[in-house]
C-alpha cells in the first residue's frame, strides 16, 4: 500500500519550513521504508493571485487523488482553501493536541489537553444571507449524525489516555442545537468515562485556572476554534501547535498557526507544529495500515523534536533562541533514527 | 429624581451576600444622600421551584417600574432571567471590565480590559428549531443597527481610558453575519482610536499570552460571553468580575459568577463582584442625573473595596484568605467615607 500525499505549502512561512523539512522526511522514509509519495499542489493566496482561486482546478485534481493533504500555513484566503477541503472531503476530525514543550517559558507547566472539535458543521456550513437591509443571518446547524461521530472520536482518544472527557457546550442558551450535542454526549458517555459537562464561558475561564483538570474536550466547531487556540497558548505557545483533519477517506495536516508573513524569508521560522503535524500524519497511516513502520516513524519523529527543545540549544527565536529555523531542523534530523 | 432598583437576590450565595451588603448601601446612601429605593423581588430557581417561573409576574410587574436592577447570581434558570431581562428591556451593552485586584494570585499582573459584549442579538435570540430529524438550526442575527449602537458604546469608554479597541469578530468565516459587524467596526472606528481587528481565536489565545495588548475589546455576544470569562479569570478570578447591562431605559447589574451552591449558606462567599456591581450601578445614576454624588458613591464603594485587597487582611478563602464573608463586609464598611 502506497500513500499518496498532496502537499500544499502554502504561504508567507509555509514553503521555506516544506522545504526545509524535507531531508527530515527523506531520512523517515528511509529508515522505516515507508511507502510514501509526495506530491506539491499549489494552494493559498499565491495561486489566488496566480489563478484567481485559492484551491484551484490541478490543485484538486491532485488533492482528489491523494490519500492525505500535508498542507502548511495559508494566508488570508485560509477560509477557501481549509475549510473547504474540510468539507470537500468530509474531514469530520478536528484533533488538537495542546501539549506543554520542555524549555518553552510558559506560566503553564504540564500542560496535557486533547481538543477533539467538530469539522464540519456549526456555522462553518457557510450558509449566511442578508434577511433584509442591515440584517445578516448565520445558521448554526448541529446535527444528531455528526455529533455522534465526534463524540466517539473523542471516546476512543479518551480511553487511551486519562479517560475524562469535557462536553463543552452552552446548552443552557442554545436549548435546541447545543441541547443536541449535549443530548447525545451524555447518551455515548456517560458510564464510559470519567464525564463532565461544562459552559464554553466556563472552559473559557478554567483552561486558564488550571489545565490540569483537562483531558479530552469535545465540543462543536466555532467552540472547538476558539478554545483549541487558547489552549495551545495556555500549553505554550499557539506556533507550536499541529493538528490533524481526520476523515473516513482522506485526512488533512496542518500546524495551527498562520503564516506569518512578517517573519517570511528570514529563515527563522519554527518548524515544529509542521513536524508535528507530519508525525501525526504517519500515526495516521499507522492506523490505516496497521504497518508498526508508520507508527515508528511518527514516534521517533516526535521524539527527536522533543529532545531538541529538551537539549534547548537549538531554539527559533519566537521561543527565546537564537537558533536559525535550518540549524533546528539540522538537530532534529540528527536524532532521528 | 428618585432611583428605584429591583433586587433580585438570586440562588445560592445570592441572598447572603445581598443581606450583608445591605449596610453598606444603607451608610453610602446616608453620607452621599442618595436618593434611591431598593425593592426586593424573587426570580430564579427558588422562584421556579415555587411558583413555576423562574421570572413571575409579581416580580416583573415591580421590575417593569423600577428604572434599575441589581442581581445576584441565579443557578440554572439564569438564561430565563438574564437573557429575557436584557431583551425584554433592550439592555444592549454588556460591559465587563476585567481588572487585577491587590493581593490576588494571579499569574498575570496589571490587567486592566474593558470587554463591551452587544447583549441582545447573534445566537442569544433563541431563534432554534429541529429542522428535520436529528438536524438542529438556530439562527445567528447580527444587524447594523445593534452593531453601530454597541460600537458607539466602546468608542465613549476608550476615549476615556487608554483608547485603543480591538474589534473581535470570525469575519474570514462568518462572511457575512461578522462580515457586517467588521465593516461597522471599521467605518466607525477607524482614525478615531488605536483601532485593531482580531479574529476571535486569535483574541482567545492573545489574553493568555499578553494581556496587556487590550485596552477595549468589542465583540458580538457569543464570542463576548466567552472572551469575558476567560479575561476576567486572566486578571485573577471570574469570581471578583462585575458587570453592567446598560439599555436606554433601564439597566442591569450582576456577578459575572454563579450561584456556588456548594459554598452556599457557609458564610464565605466573597462579596466583591456584587458590590462592584453596585459601584457601577452607582456610576451609571451618575451618567443618567449627572448628579455628582451618585460617583462619589461609586468611587467610594470601589475604592474601599480595593483598600481591603491592598491591606489583605479580611480576603475570603476562595481567594486565599480565611476570612468569613461578613468579616469582609465589615471591613469595606469602616473604609467607606
Ligand atoms: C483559518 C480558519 C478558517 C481556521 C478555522 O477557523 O477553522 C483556523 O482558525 C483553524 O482553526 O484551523
Ligand atoms: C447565564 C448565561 C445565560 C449568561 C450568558 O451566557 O450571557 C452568563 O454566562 C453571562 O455571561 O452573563
Chains 1, 2 share one sequence.
Do not use: W
Not at 59 to 79: H, Q, R, Y
Request: proline share 3%.
Amino acid at each position: 500500500m502506497t500513500f499518496n500525499v498532496a502537499v500544499i505549502p502554502g504561504d508567507g512561512i509555509g514553503p521555506e519550513i516544506y522545504e526545509g523539512s524535507k531531508k527530515i522526511l527523506s531520512k523517515l522514509k528511509e529508515i522505516y521504508k515507508l511507502d510514501v509519495n509526495f506530491i506539491e499542489v499549489e494552494a493559498g493566496d499565491s495561486a489566488l493571485s496566480k489563478y484567481g482561486e485559492a484551491l484551484p482546478k490541478h490543485s484538486l485534481n491532485v488533492i482528489e487523488k491523494s490519500d492525505m493533504i500535508l498542507k502548511g500555513p495559508v494566508g488570508e484566503s485560509a477560509m477557501d482553501v481549509v475549510v473547504k477541503l474540510r468539507q470537500m472531503y468530509d474531514m469530520y476530525a478536528n484533533i488538537r493536541p495542546a501539549k506543554s514543550l520542555p524549555n518553552v517559558q510558559s506560566k503553564y507547566k504540564n500542560v496535557d489537553i486533547l481538543i477533539v472539535r467538530e469539522n464540519t458543521e456549526d456555522l462553518y456550513k457557510g450558509f449566511e444571507f442578508m434577511a433584509s437591509d442591515g440584517v445578516a443571518v448565520g445558521l448554526k446547524v448541529i446535527t444528531e449524525f455528526a455529533s455522534k461521530r465526534i463524540i466517539n472520536v473523542a471516546l476512543s482518544y479518551a480511553l487511551k489516555r486519562r479517560g475524562k472527557i469535557t462536553c463543552v457546550h452552552k446548552a443552557n442558551v442554545m436549548r435546541v442545537t447545543d441541547g443536541l450535542f449535549a443530548r447525545i454526549c451524555r447518551e455515548l458517555l456517560k458510564d464510559k468515562v470519567i464525564f463532565e459537562e461544562m459552559y464554553v464561558d466556563a472552559a473559557a475561564a478554567n483552561l486558564v485556572k488550571d489545565p490540569s483538570k483537562f483531558d479530552v474536550i469535545v465540543t462543536t466547531n466555532v467552540y472547538g476554534d476558539i478554545l483549541s487556540d487558547e489552549a495551545s497558548q495556555i500549553a505554550g505557545s499557539l506556533g507550536l501547535a499541529p493538528s490533524a483533519n481526520i476523515g473516513d477517506k482522506k485526512s488533512m495536516f496542518e500546524p495551527v498557526h498562520g503564516a506569518a508573513f512578517d517573519i517570511a524569508g528570514k529563515g527563522i521560522a519554527n518548524p515544529t507544529a509542521f513536524l508535528l503535524s507530519i508525525s501525526m500524519m504517519f500515526n495516521r497511516m499507522y492506523e490505516i495500515s496497521m504497518d508498526s513502520k508508520y507508527l515508528l516513524a511518527s514516534k521517533s519523529l516526535e521524539n527527536s523534536i522533543i529532545k531538541v527543545y529538551e537539549k534547548g540549544e537549538k531554539l527559533t527565536p519566537d521561543i527565546g533562541g537564537n537558533a536559525k529555523m535550518i540549524e533546528m531542523i539540522d538537530e532534529i534530523y540528527k536524532f532521528i533514527s
